[in-house]
């Protein structure tokens, strides 16, 4: 198959990959993905997946938000494979194909939990240092 080149135009010859490249494209992939979590909505979306699929409409009657913000951030999870559809009827339904992807979520959770919990401690000891210099 031919590959188009800086310019667009198409070779014959097949495009070699470097080792590099190929990290380069997976750390790329990465980032994509993980762009595609960086949404408060579309975080919100996923973890209502996790109790089932659910069609566009119960989705955005459990946000709360416009059915167009809605519809624009599942298509982006839906770019990345993060959802899955079927039709049932004229209905579409969602539903998170890899349950991995809330083991994931459970993974930051925890881990934002200890920053929090960091960050907790350290306000006390400010707030404790206030107490002992007579600031409150």
């Known amino acids: ?34 762009k595609a979590l960086a949404n408060p909505l579309r975080i919100r979306m996923l973890e209502l997946l996790r109790g089932g699929p659910m069609s566009v409409t119960q989705i955005q009657e459990a946000t709360g938000a416009p059915g167009s913000s809605v519809s624009q951030q ?34 930051a959770r925890r881990i934002f939990d200890a920053h929090l919990s960091d960050t907790i401690d350290l306000l006390r000891l400010v707030d404790g240092e206030a107490v002992v210099a007579g600031e409150r």
């Open 74 to 107: 599942l298509a982006v999870l839906r770019s990345r494979n993060i959802l899955a559809t079927e039709r049932r009827g004229t209905t579409i339904i969602y539903r998170v194909p890899d349950p991995e992807l809330f083991e994931l979520l459970d993974v």
């Open 1 to 34: 198959m031919t590959q188009p080149d800086h310019r667009g135009a198409f070779s014959t010859m097949p495009r070699q990959h470097s080792r590099g490249d190929d990290a380069e494209r997976l750390r790329q992939f990465k980032a994509e993905f993980f």
